[in-house]
């Protein structure tokens, strides 16, 4: 086929760019909503988790201000939940992480990446003691600096699951 044929033939698809589509071709495929910024101030209870094709040990990590300190609730692959009290001062290094990445502008995120067929998700979730919240999930599409806000919040309960592990050890 003659290479004017090729161009005819392309010119009839649907998608072809000199067809008027041009819009379908430049759509982002992204969704996001978001809300009202919230300001941080000192955490009640925080909640986070993120799931993918790779099933994470830690699948939901909740935090809980509590009058002798901070109760860290994991929930573990297999359906397993592990517990453990800590000091009252992680929710303070919380706080630090929360407002050094703006997580305020992360409420009322809501974001969908209808394109990616096998990608990851994320939840989150903050109550503060003054009745405010941020909440925020989306699906293959994240707010600014999610991936590291989650990777130092986890480094932060990193001895809660040092702990689950040794026992888990001990255990056998």
Same mark, same amino acid.
Request: aromatic letters at 12%; glycine letters at 6%; hydrophobic letters at 35%.
């Given at each position: 086929?003659?290479?004017?044929?090729?161009?005819?033939?392309?010119?009839?698809?649907?998608?072809?760019?000199?067809?008027?589509?041009?819009?379908?071709?430049?759509?982002?495929?992204?969704e996001i909503t978001t809300g009202t910024p919230v300001t941080i101030t000192d955490i009640q209870e925080i909640s986070?988790?993120?799931?993918?094709?790779?099933?994470?040990?830690?699948?939901?990590?909740?935090?809980?201000?509590?009058e002798t300190g901070t109760r860290v609730r994991l929930e573990l692959q297999y359906?397993?939940?592990?517990?453990?009290?800590?000091?009252?001062?992680?929710?303070?290094?919380?706080?630090?992480?929360?407002?050094?990445?703006?997580?305020?502008?992360? %409420?009322? @995120?809501?974001? *969908?990446?209808?394109? +990616?067929?096998?990608?990851? $998700?994320?939840?989150?979730?903050?109550?503060?003691?003054?009745?405010?919240?941020?909440?925020?999930?989306?699906? %293959?599409? @994240?707010?600014? *600096?999610?991936?590291? +806000?989650?990777?130092?919040? $986890?480094?932060?309960?990193?001895?809660?699951?040092?702990?689950?592990?040794?026992?888990?050890?001990?255990?056998?």
């Amino acid at each position: 086929m003659a290479f004017s044929s090729w161009v005819a033939l392309l010119a009839g698809c649907e998608k072809w760019p000199g067809n008027g589509n041009q819009k379908k071709l430049q759509d982002n495929p992204v969704e996001i909503t978001t809300g009202t910024p919230v300001t941080i101030t000192d955490i009640q209870e925080i909640s986070f988790r993120e799931s993918g094709s790779i099933v994470p040990l830690v699948s939901n990590a909740t935090l809980t201000r509590e009058e002798t300190g901070t109760r860290v609730r994991l929930e573990l692959q297999y359906q397993d939940e592990y517990e453990l009290m800590m000091d009252a001062s992680l929710m303070d290094q919380v706080r630090e992480i929360l407002e050094r990445y703006e997580v305020g502008n992360w %409420n009322g @995120f809501r974001g *969908n990446d209808s394109m +990616v067929l096998d990608g990851s $998700s994320f939840s989150f979730y903050v109550s503060f003691t003054d009745g405010t919240s941020i909440s925020a999930s989306g699906t %293959n599409a @994240f707010p600014r *600096n999610q991936r590291k +806000v989650f990777s130092e919040l $986890s480094t932060l309960i990193d001895p809660v699951v040092k702990q689950w592990y040794q026992e888990q050890f001990v255990s056998w």
